[in-house]
């Protein structure tokens, strides 16, 4: 019997950072395994990537005549029919609702393209470069009820280059949320080398 831990993955749009985590989830090794690729998107490649390849690929009733409540209610449904016990948040979105957040707590992860907790939303390679930072990154960390705030669990770092542009660095910055992702993931996991709060820093040469 598999002892991987069964996720469900939630997307929007690309679905790159989920076919990273399916990519690692398909050595025997890695902790986990993916039961579930959900999108508020019907159309969202990433859930084409999910069905062509045989994951189990949902669309979630984005409930917009309904409220939150319901579509929060469609997420946990879905996640628990699947039988996910930890939700990983890939370019989903969509805002969570306090009590969903609350009812998974510390069982829903994200990641997002900024070394928090510099650079919360949107836009953060734009803004990034606007300021003049000459460190970036990403981020996985947990999901609370503040949007991007949570505990982080694993950093990964980049130096800013003079002629980067908002698309080379998300560029970028996406090849280390490719590596971190699945590495955090795994720490998360098995508890062994990464524990809440503490970063990993990885370097690329510009
Ligand atoms: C990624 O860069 C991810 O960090 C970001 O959306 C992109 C999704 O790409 N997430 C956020 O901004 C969440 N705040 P992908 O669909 O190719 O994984």
Partial sequence: MSTKTPIAVLLSGRGSNMRALANAAASPDFPARIALVASDRADAPGLNFARQNDLNAH????????????????????????????????????????????AWHGRIINIHPSLLPLYPGLDTHARALADGVKLHGCTV?????????????????????RSDTADTLAARVLTLEHQ???AALAAHLTGNDLPEQKAAIFSLPV
Avoid at 74 to 95: D, H, K, N, T, Y
Avoid at 141 to 161: C, K, N, R, W, Y
């Fill in 59 to 102: 669309v979630l009733d984005r409930g917009t005549a309904r409220g939150r409540g319901s579509f929060d209610a469609a997420i946990e449904a879905a996640v628990r029919r699947s039988g996910a016990e930890l939700i990983c948040l890939a370019g989903f979105m969509r805002i969570l609702g306090p009590d969903l957040v609350s």
């Fill in 180 to 182: 971190l992702y699945p």
């Fill in 141 to 161: 960390h947990h999901v609370t009820e503040g949007v991007d705030e949570g505990p982080i669990i694993a950093q990964a770092a980049l130096t800013v280059s």
